[in-house]
Each structure stands twice: as structure tokens, then as C-alpha cells.
Nanobody, 115 residues
Framework: QVQLVESGGGLVQPGGSLRLSCVAS???????MAWYRQAPGRQRELVAR???????NYADSVKGRFTISRDNNGNTVYLEMNSLEPEDTAVYFC??????????WGQGTQVTVSS
């Protein structure tokens, strides 16, 4: 079992920045780590993903604005979010995936972009 705890969400004005953190209860260095988000009335969508070797990919809507990274200990993943837009408002979830039987989610952190 892996417990994931997200933090760093909040209220920010358009154009602002936030940094989300996801701390795992044990090393997830071999896991695919990802951030998803879900806005009211919409399906959960992939925002960014980082795999072994630190290769990353991003949703088109956040490319050039968001950066996913992980620390050297292998148990914390970050999402740096810049130039935030109202459309980025959502609950952001951290995901750790190794196999279908080892697929874990955090409880989510709210990000609200509004003036």
C-alpha cells in the first residue's frame, strides 16, 4: 500500500503561480507518477506524468506553463504551475501507478484561479 498526500492548493489570481506537492508513504521511484485534475461537471483528466528516467509528458492545455518533477528520494512529486488561468480551477489529484493492483490516489487538493 502507498498513501499519497497532496498539498499546496489554494486560491490564486489569474497569471499567478502555485506549487503542488505529493508525498508518498514510501518510495515510489519505480512508479509512474502523475497529476490529474477534475473540474465540477467534468471528467478527471491527466495533467502531467513523469516516468522512470524522468521523462515527462503534459496535457496540451498546460504545456509550457506546468512542470512536473520528483525529488531524489523518490517519495515526493511536485507540480509547478505558472501563468494560471481560470480554466485551471479544479481538484488536483496525485496518482502513483506500477501495475493495475498497485494504483494509488491521493485525496486531492483544490486549486481555484479567480480574481
Amino acid at each position: 500500500q502507498v498513501q499519497l498526500v497532496e498539498s499546496g492548493g489554494g486560491l490564486v489570481q489569474p497569471g499567478g503561480s502555485l506549487r503542488l506537492s505529493c508525498v508518498a508513504s514510501r518510495s515510489v521511484a519505480l512508479y509512474v507518477m502523475a497529476w490529474y485534475r477534475q473540474a465540477p461537471g467534468r471528467q478527471r483528466e491527466l495533467v502531467a506524468r513523469i516516468i522512470v528516467g524522468d521523462r515527462t509528458n503534459y496535457a496540451d492545455s498546460v504545456k509550457g506553463r506546468f512542470t512536473i518533477s520528483r525529488d531524489n528520494n523518490g517519495n515526493t512529486v511536485y507540480l509547478e504551475m505558472n501563468s494560471l488561468e481560470p480554466e485551471d480551477t479544479a481538484v488536483y489529484f496525485c496518482n502513483a501507478y506500477l501495475t493495475p493492483a498497485n494504483d494509488y490516489w491521493g485525496q486531492g487538493t483544490q486549486v481555484t484561479v479567480s480574481s
